[in-house]
């Protein structure tokens, strides 16, 4: 049983924890304007290598950028910086998430390029330091997490808008072990925070001309967090009449996006940051592989871009890491071309990758010596980008005349 001390501990920590977050909504209400890309010059774009495979990857996916981009670089309206030391060893060093002198350098930078980056757990020898993503999300804003999957073939265009700062992530690193026998962790839902997620996704299926929203929580089971998180998308979609919306739970969820007869039917989903970690996942695998999926991570001011998989100690222990797929920061890269003004040279690189990973298939990937390398699916891909026939080729795989 616990003792008085315990309890008046545990409540010490609660209470700082709320003091914190009443803070941060504090901040949440000063509303800001969204970047202007067209007026920065020059844009910056830095390259974050990561951890495990990530400098592999990353390596190819900033080849291919620079190369689309090389005439805005020569007019000095693009510009690539490479910043070091987001790695778990510089990071445990410091005891950091992210080391004080490399988010100074991330933040002089509009956009980043990220690989995958450790995130220690418990017995793996490395200290409790918080998730770099987590952190980064936190220190730039980066509220909304978007993740589109598209399979032309099966008729599957979803793009999911996962709410990336709050939930069971934002406190992560600080649960409490009340006695031996009590451990407990924080969620964390603000009407702020769900407000402007949800926002985000109507308004990007009006302006994209889609015409249904799906909100995933577990709000008949989790009736405060998820009920608030549910309550505010009833609000926010009778600002939009145009769009219809429902509400799914997530068990149940997990399994539609498996239903053939049903998952053409979703367009658009919006939730909570661990449902959204969990079902994008699993949305990646369906498209080929949690390595063919990228991510965009949004804010205001800053904006992150990276493949959704991790590491791959395993791959890098067994000296593998020159067969690591690229494809899931390439499909970033192309998510992060869009996202600075630049949609036409997005949908090139898009369609590439449909083109080297569904359909041609001439370079495959298997993460072993079987199959090819980061560097030949990288010149696989950057040859299809730079072919003049490359969207008459994309519409006849995909069937459009």
Known sequence: MADKEDIESAKEHFGSLLEAQLKRIDGLK????????????????????????????????????????ADKVKAGNVEFRTIEGLTIENRAKQLKAIPPDVLEEIKKCHVTLKGPTHTPEQGDGWPNIESANVAMRKELDLFANVRPVRIPKDNIDWTFFRE????????????????????????????????????????????????KVTVVTKANVVKTTDGKFLNI????????????WDGWYID??????????RRHEFQVLALPNLYGDILTDEAGQIQGGVGTAGSANIGLRYAM????????????????????????VLRAGAMLLEHIGFPELGSKLHKALDVCGQ????????????GATSRELGEYLLNTVMQPDLEERWNRYSGIS
Do not use: C
Not at 169 to 180: E, H
Not at 233 to 244: D, T
Not at 252 to 261: G, R, V, Y
């Open 30 to 69: 000063n509303n800001q304007e969204w970047i202007d890309y067209s007026s920065a010059k020059p844009i910056i774009v830095g390259i974050l290598g990561g951890d495990g495979i990530g400098p592999t990857i990353t390596k190819e996916a900033q080849i291919v950028l620079e190369h689309l981009l």
């Open 233 to 244: 998308a009833r609000e926010v979609s009778e600002k939009y009449p145009e769009i219809s």
């Open 305 to 328: 871009f990276e493949a959704i998989h991790g590491t791959a100690p395993r791959m890098v222990n067994e000296g593998r890491d020159q067969f690591a797929d690229p494809s899931s």
């Open 164 to 211: 990336n700062t709050e939930d069971m992530y934002a406190l992560g690193s600080q649960g409490i072990n009340v006695t031996d026998d009590l451990a407990m962790d924080f969620r964390v839902i603000t009407t702020q925070g769900s407000r402007r997620i949800l926002e985000l996704a109507f308004d990007y299926a009006k302006r994209t001309g889609k015409d």
């Open 252 to 261: 149940i969820m997990t399994a539609k996006l498996l239903d053939t007869a």
């Open 359 to 370: 359909y041609e298939r001439k370079v495959v990937m298997t993460g072993r010596n079987t």
